[in-house]
């Protein structure tokens, strides 16, 4: 009779947060996610509702700024300080801004991040490169030793006698490949010299039409001058 109220009920308030809308991928169409889920670098460490403040209270933020002028002056201080070896390096030095819960879900998520629904945030698939897992040796067999298994006989159990590893034979199929290969080696001096001569006849056919043109363009040019300067010659008379 008294027990609490089922989730979901009343609206789902119960299941609201303003943390998940951050991912959401239609986070706009929410009233207030500006400042109630604001999503980007340029918002963090603002001051979101600076419209809404009080102007009488600028006395009490000059001297807020003034302080915060006097603090970030002491760090560089200090940081200098402890730069020329005049004071121990103190190890609680704020290291930028962290990351909040929604943020680093989505770093450590692997697949599709929040950046591929539009949040902003980065893509963190693991993927597992070259060198990631050590490759079987051809004396352990790798469905029965465990991983711990395989690095205590790496270290304690080596093969004390290599010669007897089989070697791969070169089988009937080996063998014909190889004189096709040699054939194909034998073939090519012959095939190269083929297109030699066949170029050297292009050229000397393409030479040979050049010439050909020049002389007919030669012999028009010295029949139409004969034809001018008769036609001269004739007119003068």
Same mark, same amino acid.
């Given at each position: 009779m008294?027990h609490?109220? $089922?989730?979901?009920?009343?609206g789902?308030? @119960?299941?609201?947060s303003? @943390?998940?809308v951050k991912?959401?991928k239609? $986070?706009? &169409?929410? +009233?207030g *996610?500006?400042?109630?889920?604001?999503?980007?670098?340029w918002? =963090?460490g =603002?001051? +979101?509702?600076?419209y809404?403040?009080?102007?009488?209270?600028?006395?009490?933020?000059m @001297?807020a700024?003034?302080?915060?002028i006097?603090?970030?002056?002491?760090?560089?201080?200090q940081?200098?300080?402890?730069?020329?070896?005049?004071?121990?390096k103190?190890?609680?030095?704020?290291?930028? &801004? $962290?990351?909040d819960?929604?943020e680093?879900?989505?770093?450590?998520k692997r697949? !599709?991040?929040?950046?591929?629904?539009g949040a902003g945030n980065?893509?963190?698939?693991?993927?597992?490169? +070259?060198?990631?897992?050590?490759a079987p040796?051809?004396?352990e067999?790798?469905?029965?030793?465990a991983?711990?298994?395989?690095?205590?006989?790496?270290?304690?159990?080596?093969?004390?006698d290599?010669s007897?590893v089989?070697?791969?034979?070169?089988g009937?199929d #080996?063998v014909?490949r190889d004189?096709?290969?040699?054939?194909r080696e034998?073939?090519k001096?012959?095939?190269?010299?083929?297109?030699?001569?066949?170029?050297r006849r292009e =050229?000397?056919e393409? *030479?040979?039409?050049r010439s050909?043109r020049? !002389? #007919?363009?030669? =012999?028009?040019?010295?029949?139409?001058?004969k034809?001018?300067?008769?036609?001269?010659? !004739? @007119?003068s008379?």
């Open positions: 008294y609490p109220t $089922r989730g979901g009920v009343r789902g308030r @119960d299941q609201f303003w @943390d998940e991912a959401d239609y $986070r706009e &169409n929410y +009233l *996610h500006s400042i109630k889920a604001p999503v980007g670098r918002q =963090k =603002k001051d +979101l509702h600076w809404a403040r009080d102007k009488k209270q600028k006395g009490s933020e @001297d700024m003034k302080e915060e006097q603090r970030v002056k002491e760090q560089e201080e940081a200098m300080r402890e730069a020329l070896g005049l004071a121990p103190s190890s609680t030095r704020p290291q930028g &801004n $962290r990351l819960k929604q680093f879900t989505e770093l450590v697949g !599709s991040t929040a950046e591929d629904l980065a893509d963190a698939v693991w993927v597992h490169g +070259l060198g990631y897992a050590k040796r051809p004396w067999d790798p469905s029965t030793l991983s711990s298994q395989k690095e205590d006989a790496d270290s304690a159990r080596l093969p004390a290599t007897g089989k070697t791969v034979e070169d009937p #080996d014909e004189q096709k290969k040699d054939r034998e073939r001096p012959a095939k190269r010299e083929k297109e030699e001569r066949h170029d =050229k000397r393409r *030479h040979e039409k050909a020049d !002389s #007919d363009d030669r =012999k028009k040019h010295k029949k139409e001058k034809e001018k300067k008769r036609r001269h010659d !004739s @007119d008379d």
